[in-house]
Structure formats: structure tokens, C-alpha cells
T-cell receptor, first 109, second 114 residues
């Protein structure tokens, strides 16, 4: 079963623009993570936010978490063509993760 | 440290055959988890091995099995392959300690069943 559901399913923007993806989940969590996947390859861990945190930054990434709404958002600022990938939110533990369906981000040069 | 490695990267099999996939975790990581990714079902947890024992299992039929060796390397086996088993199989490793909250993924093995 899918714990996280990303929105939108697909997003197409121009280089330099910001991209925002949203994730909703169903049960209580200890943390929520975001992963990136380039064209059907392995998943790359981007950022983890704990349930007692509201916002976290890493480079051009900004993640927010609203546990009352069971939702999170990932903002990528000043996007680049290399950011083109699928982005997944995931909840769970360090041995079992439950993923959403993902958002396919296309950044056009 | 070297990352998680998976072999082979690509496989083509026919229905009814069996297949074995291999995963070498990051050095020092004792937990290896396997996931199946398909366009229809997305990323789904198969099972997790820790210290050579299966600790957690997802909702997959018994045709999917695995094992872990003393060096933490893991293999996944799928018997009597079906067309629906065509997928990207990902493994992930973790030290499974309280201070490490995430998993690190390999590049995956893409399996095509004809």
C-alpha cells in the first residue's frame, strides 16, 4: 500500500524556475524522506525531516512538514536541466520504506 | 565508501524460469532490503535481511525469496517467473542503527520476463 501520495504526478518547468511537489501520508510518522530517481535508475536520498521539525533546507532544496495535515512539500529553487527526475516521498524506518507514486519533474533548458 | 552494488544490471528471462539477483551493501551495513518497482504498483517493499535472517516481509507470494550471507551480501530469487514480474528490483542497505535513519539504494536490476 502507498503511504505517501505525491502531487502533482507530473510537472514541467523552465530552467531557473522553482518546482514545488507535495506529499500526503496516512499514518503517524517519525520522519519523512525525499528521494530522487533519474530515468529508472537507483534512488538517491535527498533530505530527511523529522516529525518535530517544520522546515529543513539543503542547498537548493527546502522541505516543509505539517504533521497536523499529514503533508510535506519539496521545493527546488532555481531548477536546472539536471534536476529532471522523478521525486518520491517516503515514510517508514531505516529498513523498510513506504513510497508514494512520485512526481515526474521535467526541467526544460 | 563504495556504494551499494547490484548485479546483473539487466536480465531477460522467459516465463517459468527462475532468476537470482545479487546485492552488495555498503561496507559495514548489515541490513539489506529489497524493493520492486513497476509502473502500475510503484515501489513496493519485498523483504529485509539483517544478520542473515529475514526480519520483515512485504506482501509478495512465496515465489519471491532471499537470503543474506555472513558478509551481508544478499541475493533475491524469483521462481516460476511470470510476465508481471518484469520490474526494476532495487536493493538498499542501512546500518540499521538509531543514528542512521535512512537507506542507501543501489542502481537496480531491470528484469524483463518474456
Amino acid at each position: 500500500s502507498q503511504q505517501g501520495e505525491e502531487d502533482p504526478q507530473a510537472l514541467s518547468i523552465q530552467e531557473g524556475e522553482n518546482a514545488t511537489m507535495n506529499c500526503s501520508y496516512k499514518t503517524s510518522i517519525n520522519n519523512l524522506q525525499w528521494y530522487r530517481q533519474n530515468s529508472g535508475r537507483g534512488l538517491v536520498h535527498l533530505i530527511l525531516i523529522r516529525s518535530n521539525e517544520r522546515e529543513k533546507h539543503s542547498g537548493r532544496l527546502r522541505v516543509t512538514l505539517d504533521t497536523s495535515k499529514k503533508s510535506s512539500s519539496l521545493l527546488i529553487t532555481a531548477s536546472r536541466a539536471a534536476d529532471t527526475a522523478s521525486y518520491f516521498c517516503a515514510t517508514g524506518s531505516n529498513y523498510k520504506l513506504t513510497f508514494g507514486k512520485g512526481t515526474l519533474l521535467t526541467v526544460n533548458p | 565508501k563504495a556504494g551499494v552494488t547490484q548485479t546483473p544490471r539487466y536480465l531477460i528471462k522467459t516465463r517459468g524460469q527462475q532468476v537470482t539477483l545479487s546485492c552488495s551493501p555498503i561496507s559495514g551495513h548489515r541490513s539489506v532490503s529489497w524493493y520492486q518497482q513497476t509502473p502500475g504498483q510503484g515501489l513496493q517493499f519485498l523483504f529485509e535481511y539483517f544478520s542473515e535472517t529475514q526480519r520483515n516481509k512485504g506482501n509478495f507470494p512465496g515465489r519471491f525469496s532471499g537470503r543474506q550471507f555472513s558478509n551481508s551480501r544478499s541475493e533475491m530469487n524469483v521462481s516460476t517467473l511470470e510476465l508481471g514480474d518484469s520490474a526494476l528490483y532495487l536493493c538498499a542497505s542501512s546500518p540499521r542503527t538509531a543514528v542512521s535513519e535512512t537507506q542507501y539504494f543501489g542502481p537496480g536490476t531491470r528484469l524483463l520476463v518474456l
